[in-house]
């Protein structure tokens, strides 16, 4: 018989412990400057500041807050994009995949080659996707352009794409960055509709970074509020969102 410790370390999906991020930038100066006193001139951001949460396998957890609070950043550390500074990031063992514009696809590869690529680094086998080509093929819904390089794709199409993949080759985390709101009204529906499919099953888990709280309250179990870098609040959405709105409608 398992004890309740064991019991609650399967249960967890994710754990985010004291996690930091530095990016390191030049100042705005002269090359010529940049040059001469090259250390002077590094500029540190720090989009992450000791920021710690855990979220249960099975829920579906919504952060929002404003731009460069460090939304993306947490995403693309989740995802093992980004290495932390400082602290730690724990999948307690399950398989995750991102869905962000702009992040997984080599522009210079057709659509399909790209599916194959997405799904062996999701780590599927060749044989695994081929299975669910057709299918993902289908649901992106990009016409001949699935035969074209993916730099010739709008953002529309990338995000069918993207989405598509995600969709079909599931993953036991899923992690969305505001693809939902990529597209054209038909592509939104139908994406929306598989996300409500794909969450509706207790045993996964998936994080969505939002700007749109109406979808954050509709689909969220959870809420965390990044600011800064740092967490102001987390818990359920009724909760979270009132006190963001106050927050946001003083600036």
Known sequence: MKTEIEKSVKDIAVTVKNLHITYRG?????????WKHFGDKVELFHALKGVSFEIEEGKILGIIGKNGSGKSTMLRA?????????????????????????????????????????????????EEIEQKEKEIIDFADIGNFIYKPVKTYSSGMYSKLAFAITAIL???????????????????????????????????????????????KELCDEVLWLNDG?????????????????????D
Not at 102 to 108: L, R, T, W, Y
């Open 26 to 34: 030049l100042k705005k100066t002269s090359i010529r400057a940049s």
């Open 78 to 126: 989740i995802a093992g994009i980004f290495s932390p500074d400082k602290g730690k990031i724990d999948l307690h063992g399950h398989s995750i995949s991102l869905l962000s514009i702009g992040v997984g696809f080599n522009k210079k590869l057709t659509g399909r080659e790209n599916i194959y690529l997405s799904g062996m680094l999701l780590g599927f086998s060749e």
């Open 170 to 216: 599931e993953t036991d985390i899923i992690l969305i960055d505001e693809v939902l709101s990529v597209g054209d009204a038909k592509f939104k529906e139908k994406s929306y509709n598989k996300m409500k499919e794909l969450i509706s099953d207790d045993h996964r888990t998936v994080i969505i970074v939002s700007h749109s709280l109406g979808t954050i």
């Open 230 to 250: 740092e967490v102001l609040m987390k818990g359920n959405a009724d909760d979270v969102i009132p006190e963001y709105e106050k927050f946001m409608s003083k």
